[in-house]
């Protein structure tokens, strides 16, 4: 027994919706793995900041210490040097 003309109308009709289904969920998950990729190179370079001061702290080191704390571009650099290579290993490609 063959299909009638509605089934081939309902079959199209869910295939074009399971079809948008799979492009929205395919957009939102890329949406989520770039939103990962930057909360955790985020998290990563704070954390990199933390570490240097308590290291410095650790090693009685005041000049790092205080090259550290008093300057933007030191912070920036240590943030940098943390941030990019992790966002760039999560980064959907």
């Excluded at 109308?9 to 949406?31: A, D, I, M, P, S």
């Excluded at 080191?61 to 090259?67: G, I, Q, S």
Aim: avoid cysteine.
């Amino acid at each position: 027994m063959g299909l009638h003309a509605l089934d081939y109308v309902f079959l199209t009709n869910n295939q074009l919706h399971h079809q948008q289904w799979l492009e929205q969920t395919y957009f939102r998950t890329r949406e989520l793995q770039e939103q990962l990729a930057e909360q955790a190179a985020a998290n990563q370079g704070h954390l990199a900041i933390v570490r240097a001061i308590q290291d410095a702290y650790e090693a009685d080191d005041l000049d790092t210490l205080k090259a550290i704390l008093e300057s933007y571009e030191t912070r920036t650099a240590i943030y940098q040097q943390a941030y990019f290579p992790t966002y760039n290993r999560l980064m959907p490609t």
